[in-house]
T-cell receptor, first 114, second 115 residues
Framework: GDSVTQMEGPVTLSEEACLTI???????????LFWYVQYPGEGLQLLLKATKADDKGSNKGFEATYRKETTSFHLEKGSVQVSDSAVYFCALSDQIQGAQKLVFGQGTRLTINP | NAGVTQTPKFRVLKTGQSMTLLCAQDMNHEYMYWYRQDPGMGLRLIHYSVGEGTTAKGEVPDGYNVSRLKKQNFLLGLESAAPSQTSVYFCASSTAPRGRSAEAFFGQGTRLTVV
C-alpha cells in the first residue's frame, strides 16, 4: 500500500539555521502531497501542499517541491525561528471509496534554540 | 472560530470500561475522520464517514465503533477498552475532495490512557 517515510527526529537547530526535513513516498497512483505541523498541545494544521509534479508549496517561509522522479517532498526553510518548534508530518492523499485518506509519515520533532 | 472540537481532552479508563469520544465541526463538511496517533507511527485512520448516516472502516478499526447521526457530529466508541488503545485520538473533517485534494481540519486531540 501507500506509505510515507520521513526523516528521523528529533532535530535540534539554532535560530536562523537552514532546515531540511526529508520525505519520500510510495504510491500506486498519483497522490497529492502535504506537510502538516503540530504545535505543542494542538491538533495538526496544514502547512503547505502540492497536487502535481514540480508544484512547489509554500507558506510561512517553508517550501516543498513535488518531485515525481525521486518520489520526494522535502520540507525546507532558509532561516528558522524559535516559533517553528513543532512536530512536522509529511502526508499523501489517497482516494478510498470517494473519500480522501491521508497517509502520514511518523513525524519529525523540531526544536529551535535561541 | 470553533472549527473541529473534540471532547473530552483527557481521559483515563480502566481495562474493560467503555466510553465515547465526541467530535463536532461547524464548517458544514461532508467528510469526517478519526485517527489515532502513536509514538513513531504517525497518524493511522480508524474510521471515516462520507456523509450523515454513513460510516466505513479505515486502517485500524478493530475495537472501535462509530456513528454519524448528524452531519456535524462524529462519535467514536470504545466498547471494552484495552491498554493497546492508549493513544492520542484526532478527529478531522474536510469538504468532499474536488479533483485531487481537500484540506483536512483537525481537532486538538483526546489523550486516552487505559490502565
Amino acid at each position: 500500500g501507500d506509505s510515507v517515510t520521513q526523516m528521523e527526529g528529533p532535530v535540534t537547530l539554532s535560530e536562523e539555521a537552514c532546515l531540511t526535513i526529508n520525505c519520500t513516498y510510495t504510491a500506486t497512483g498519483y497522490p497529492s502531497l502535504f506537510w502538516y505541523v503540530q504545535y505543542p498541545g494542538e491538533g495538526l494544521q496544514l502547512l503547505l501542499k502540492a497536487t502535481k509534479a514540480d508544484d512547489k508549496g509554500s507558506n510561512k517561509g517553508f517550501e516543498a517541491t513535488y518531485r515525481k522522479e525521486t518520489t520526494s517532498f522535502h520540507l525546507e526553510k532558509g532561516s528558522v525561528q524559535v516559533s517553528d518548534s513543532a512536530v512536522y508530518f509529511c502526508a499523501l492523499s489517497d482516494q478510498i471509496q470517494g473519500a480522501q485518506k491521508l497517509v502520514f509519515g511518523q513525524g519529525t520533532r523540531l526544536t529551535i534554540n535561541p | 472560530n470553533a472549527g473541529v472540537t473534540q471532547t473530552p481532552k483527557f481521559r483515563v479508563l480502566k481495562t474493560g470500561q467503555s466510553m465515547t469520544l465526541l467530535c463536532a465541526q461547524d464548517m458544514n463538511h461532508e467528510y469526517m475522520y478519526w485517527y489515532r496517533q502513536d509514538p513513531g507511527m504517525g497518524l493511522r485512520l480508524i474510521h471515516y464517514s462520507v456523509g450523515e448516516g454513513t460510516t466505513a472502516k479505515g486502517e485500524v478499526p478493530d475495537g472501535y465503533n462509530v456513528s454519524r447521526l448528524k452531519k456535524q457530529n462524529f462519535l467514536l466508541g470504545l466498547e471494552s477498552a484495552a491498554p493497546s488503545q492508549t493513544s492520542v485520538y484526532f478527529c478531522a473533517s474536510s469538504t468532499a475532495p474536488r479533483g485531487r485534494s481537500a484540506e483536512a481540519f483537525f481537532g486538538q486531540g483526546t489523550r486516552l490512557t487505559v490502565v
